[in-house]
């Protein structure tokens, strides 16, 4: 067998300064866009945030609908400290359960009663005036 030696010289030259400003101008084009995204999003929740405001003031106008806020973080933060300093013992933690209890079952109550003064405001589909 003889000795066979290949011997290859490849030579490329390319220009990709073309390519790089393109990449450079998409990457702007991104960064705008994205820019501008986030400045529409903070406008459209300022718009949804208006929209619900207009369509609970709405609602409450009509007189068949009230607005009652409650305050939990007074007695949820009483009770997270208690926890995290091991201060918390079964009654209190009954005591709490308790309280949770009651509140909750007011608003329920309260719910319901609200329904049922709708709903005998408002006249049966099935009934006829004679």
Sequence with gaps: MADENIVTNIVANADFSGLIADVNKVTASLSKLQSQLIASDAKLANQVAVMNRSFSENLRRTGQFSTHFVTLTSDTEK????????????RDYFRTFQEHT???GGIIRDLAKQQVALQNGQKCPGAYAV
Excluded: A, P, R
Aim: aromatic residues 6%; hydrophobic residues 25%; proline residues 0%.
């Design 102 to 104: 009651k509140t909750s």
């Design 79 to 90: 009770f997270g400290k208690s926890l995290d300093g091991g201060k918390l013992k079964l």
